[in-house]
């Protein structure tokens, strides 16, 4: 496949990442029979005053983190696809590819988790998917290595973010945290095969910028 065709293949995977349901390859990493589920809304708000009760409360929290969550699997998806587009080996492609698959079921999974917690996914999430694609494609252009050491660099912080949203989820919400559980070790082990694949350390002034750039992202993500 030339590099014109693989354009049109990412630009196929980009538009349904964006606007079609995701499906995973794994079931949702959850036994709904065993874990509590957060009340539905209607149950939680006081008529009589029409306040929020403390469920609503933790279920907008949940769905604000999951909201974020799912925002970075859709940027993960973009700069995964973008890094394959351009990567120089066949084997650094595998290594995408294989990621950006385990991707597409976190995205699956956070969506899923969405929709059932009523919640909606972030409007951000076509510009999201812009930038990371862009950022993919710049540094798989820069060689292999580079790649790889963006990849490893990309899951260290994703794995630090998702233990932080474990510290935050409400503790009853044992459905996002046995996805955020599972995504967390998906995402370690993405960042170990990056390791295994020549990754090179990225400077840490890239660092502190790809650092600024999730913050602004999960921020925005949190609330649009
Ligand atoms: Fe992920
Ligand atoms: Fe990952």
Redesign the pocket.
Known sequence: MNIFDRFICEFDAGLRTLFAPAYAERPLPVDVAQHAVLPEPETTTSESTMKPMPDMLAREESIRLMRVNHA??VS?QALYQGQALVAKTLETRAVLEHAAR??RD?LAWCESRLNELGGTTSRLNPLFYAGSFALGVASGVLGDKWSMGFLVETERQ?EAHLSDHLGRLPEDDHKSRRILET?RE??IHHGQTGMEHGAATLPRPIQSVMKVVSKLMTRSAYWV
């Open positions: 970075g699997e993960a385990e991707e976190h994703v995504m998906d995402e």
